[in-house]
């Protein structure tokens, strides 16, 4: 059994290589009773600046789980910094012993700070690293990597400026543009279901969320951006493997 998140499809790859009917965490989050039982349960899911997203946090302090092995396996971009360890403490907070994560380098969907066309180019060996976390997997292996120091003050630079800069990372600098053409796409791409559509446009019902860009990647009118500024405007990116309509099975909140 393996659970995951996704907004731009690097998380849902990894799950579908790694089973064949992963479970979306937003759309079992629907779910009144939140007990899963299995051999072995794994969460697929992206760092956010060193730590999980909320909604997948939300999943694990309001879920049970019964089972012998529980692992974890995180997507990066730019540096994983401390997550492996803050997730499996988060985790341990919430009564949840992980035995085992690895982490995996992909495209960083982070736009503040990268361009999603120099993102794309770059070379990923997930297939590599599919392969050690099967075997870890099947060999109930029992590791959480020890972040090194300089992960440790990267980490401590990346919270910094988002206690200075929340806009960052909270949701608020999401902005929808005279481009949008009420396609509605950002009401079903959205875990939390934010957007709804007003008077012939898009609208978000609060100003603040988990800023997983799941909206603003998806827009085909490129009218979702982010204020004051991003690296490339232009420049969206979905993981190749996935669709559309994979992200929105996996998220529309209706």
């Known amino acids: 059994m393996i659970f ?31 007990k899963f039982s299995d ?20 999943f694990l302090e ?14 990066y971009g730019n540096d ?18 992980v035995d085992y994560v690895h982490t995996i380098r992909m495209v960083d969907n982070y736009l503040p700070a990268f361009d999603m066309n120099e993102q794309s180019a770059k070379e990923h060996q997930i297939e590599h690293e599919i392969d050690t ?27 910094h400026m988002f206690a200075q800069h929340p806009e960052r990372i909270n949701g608020s600098a999401i902005a929808i543009t005279d481009r949008c053409v009420a396609c ?31 909206c603003v990647h998806h827009c085909p009118s490129k009218a979702i951006g982010l204020t004051p500024s991003e690296r490339n405007p232009e420049a969206r990116f979905r993981n190749e493997h996935v669709s559309l309509e994979d992200i929105i099975a996996a998220n529309h909140q209706l």
């Open 4 to 34: 995951y998140f996704t907004a731009t499809g690097n998380s849902l790859y990894v799950a579908r290589l790694l089973t064949e009917n992963p479970i979306s965490i937003p759309q079992a989050l629907k779910g009144r009773e939140l």
């Open 39 to 58: 051999e072995s349960i794994g969460i697929v899911a992206p760092v956010y600046a060193g730590e999980l997203p909320k909604i997948v946090r939300e």
């Open 62 to 75: 309001k879920s049970t789980f019964q089972t012998d092995y529980f692992y974890m396996v995180l997507t």
């Open 80 to 97: 994983d910094t401390v997550a492996a360890r803050w997730s499996a403490d988060f985790a341990a907070q919430c009564g949840v012993h």
């Open 133 to 159: 976390v099967k075997s870890a997997v099947q060999n109930r292996a029992r590791h959480i990597p020890k972040a090194g120091l300089r992960s440790k003050m990267l980490y401590k630079t990346v919270q």
């Open 184 to 214: 509605g796409v950002c009401t079903r791409v959205c875990p939390r279901g934010l957007y709804v559509l007003e008077n012939g446009k898009a609208t978000r019902t609060q100003n603040s969320c988990d800023f997983c860009l799941a």
